[in-house]
């Protein structure tokens, strides 16, 4: 094995045992793709995971976690910040900023950030101004919503407010994935992808907000301000979803299984989430299904006719496709920040139909 080979190798075993720790989920899916583009997919996920754990730790104070939002912002800006005299220290004042109880997980991935953080800056111009760029998005969005919670709950308004909250903290990981993954595939066009990339996040933290409801209300996150509402919303992301899964080639076998296995699930999850829901207790996907539902897409990714029959099977059965919300129009709130937390790719006209505008 050279040492290019052995390097990677490193990376990689470096990024998966992060991985492993903060997400078995998208471990698992990660661990499916091949070569550069699992370790770029991996390592994005851990700059992400990061940003999250700056979103959710407790902090005591706004001005204490804007300063972790400011100085992650100045690391991922900055290709030379840890070659600059009193780098180091000024990391380690930044970790100091982190509240103690934060899980062990996410604490050990920040003890070791700066590998990841280097990591991100050695990698190939254009895909390390990808990275980058999303990043600083995700981090300017997470911000302006807990600033928006610093002196009440956070309280999303309208399904067009939960669309924007959903875009920073997961949608901007499909503009990620389509992005990565045409930097792999230059010969791969669809002027449609991006769009429905967004819609892949959306969908999945949407998943997300519904099974966490109870949990998020009790320590003041009101995620939900009408569940039907959402879950109709959440079919329309489904839908899009799949549709970008059928849109990429039938050979990007791996890029196939790790989004389709993220959306599938989603879905099968979805009859246990509203159960939980219902019976105030908790219920999960069993593990056997999710084994057979994971070989059962493996046999079929290059078939789009068998991935839609599923896709319908599985929505039919969670009760969701039956909703009929009230509409909740006449609430809309204006978002004028927008333009200036987001500095993406999607054209105005997108934006307006994801209803971030």
């Not at 969005?141 to 919670?149: H, K, L, P």
């Not at 992301?237 to 050979?251: F, M, V």
């Not at 496709?321 to 129009?329: C, L, N, T």
Request: proline content about 4%; glycine content about 6%.
């Amino acid at each position: 094995m050279g040492e290019a080979q052995a390097s990677f190798k490193q990376d990689i075993e470096f990024y998966q045992k992060h991985l492993d720790r903060v997400s078995r989920s998208f471990a698992f899916c990660i661990k499916q793709l091949n070569g550069e583009f699992r370790a770029q997919v991996g390592l994005s996920y851990l700059v992400f995971r990061i940003l999250d754990t700056i979103e959710d730790a407790p902090w005591e104070t706004f001005s204490e976690q804007k300063k972790a939002f400011d100085h992650f912002n100045e690391i991922m800006k900055t290709p030379e910040f840890f070659q600059r005299p009193g780098a180091n220290s000024d990391y380690l004042d930044w970790l100091a900023l982190f509240p103690k109880d934060i899980p062990e997980s996410e604490m050990v991935l920040l003890k070791e950030g700066q590998r990841v953080f280097s990591d991100v800056h050695k990698q190939p111009e254009q895909v390390r101004q990808h990275i980058q760029n999303c990043s600083i998005n995700m981090s300017r969005g997470m911000e302006f919503y807990a600033c928006r919670a610093q002196d009440r709950p956070l309280r999303l308004k309208d399904i067009k407010d939960v669309n924007r909250y959903c875009f920073f903290v997961a949608g901007i990981v499909g503009e990620l994935l389509e992005g990565l993954f045409l930097n792999a595939h230059p010969e791969e066009k669809n002027p449609q992808g991006l769009t429905k990339a967004f819609h892949f996040g959306l969908f999945l933290q949407k998943v997300n907000i519904l099974k966490d409801q109870l949990s998020d209300e009790e320590e003041g996150r009101f995620l939900v301000p009408e569940r039907d509402l959402i879950k109709k919303s959440l079919v329309d992301n489904g839908r899009n979803a799949l549709d970008y899964i059928l849109s990429l080639p039938k050979e990007a076998v791996s890029y196939r299984l790790f989004c389709a296995w993220s959306l599938f699930i989603g879905l099968a999850s979805l009859p246990f989430i509203e159960q939980s829901f219902e019976s105030k207790k908790f219920f999960k996907l069993p593990r056997i299904k999710t084994q057979l539902l994971i070989e059962k897409v493996r046999g079929i990714i290059k078939n789009n006719d068998r991935l839609q029959s599923l896709f319908s099977e599985l929505l039919e059965g969670s009760r969701f496709i039956a909703s009929q919300p009230q509409s909740m129009e006449s609430q809309v709130q204006e978002f004028p920040e927008f333009t200036n937390l987001y500095s993406g790719q999607l054209a105005p006209a997108d934006i307006k139909k994801l209803g971030l505008i």
